[in-house]
Nanobody
Framework: DVELVESGGGSVQAGGSLRLSCEASGDYDNTYCMGWFRQAPGKARERVAT??????GTYYLDKVYARFTISQVTNTLYLTMNDLKPEDTATYYC????????????????WGQGTQVTVAS
C-alpha cells in the first residue's frame, strides 16, 4: 500500500497564496502518477492537477490554470496556489496510482486524508 500525508491547508483572504504538500511512503515509487482533487460541500469532486510520472507532463483544471502549479520532488508532491479565489474553497486530496489513467477517470487508488483550504472574500 501507499500512504499519503498532506499538509499546508488553511484560511486566506482572496488573492492570497498557499502551498499544499503531500508525502508518499510505503510501496510508492517514481513510476506512480500523483495528483490533487478537491471537493466543496454540495459540489462534485474536481480533478485539480496531475503530475505524470516519467516526465510525461502535467494537467490542470481550466479554472486553476496559471494560478496553481503542481510539482514533485522525490516522493513529495506540491500544489502551489496563487491568486486564490473564494470558489477555490474546498477539501483538497492528494492521490496516487501506478495506473495513471485513473487520474483522468477520477478513481485513483490511493488518497490522502484531505486538507481544508478556505478562501475568504
Amino acid at each position: 500500500d501507499v500512504e499519503l500525508v498532506e499538509s499546508g491547508g488553511g484560511s486566506v483572504q482572496a488573492g492570497g497564496s498557499l502551498r499544499l504538500s503531500c508525502e508518499a511512503s510505503g510501496d510508492y515509487d517514481n513510476t506512480y502518477c500523483m495528483g490533487w482533487f478537491r471537493q466543496a460541500p454540495g459540489k462534485a469532486r474536481e480533478r485539480v492537477a496531475t503530475f505524470y510520472s516519467r516526465g510525461s507532463g502535467t494537467y490542470y483544471l481550466d479554472k486553476v490554470y496559471a494560478r496553481f502549479t503542481i510539482s514533485q520532488v522525490t516522493n513529495t508532491l506540491y500544489l502551489t496556489m496563487n491568486d486564490l479565489k473564494p470558489e477555490d474553497t474546498a477539501t483538497y486530496y492528494c492521490t496516487a496510482d501506478a495506473k495513471c489513467i485513473t487520474m483522468r477517470t477520477g478513481i485513483p487508488t490511493y488518497w490522502g486524508q484531505g486538507t481544508q483550504v478556505t478562501v475568504a472574500s
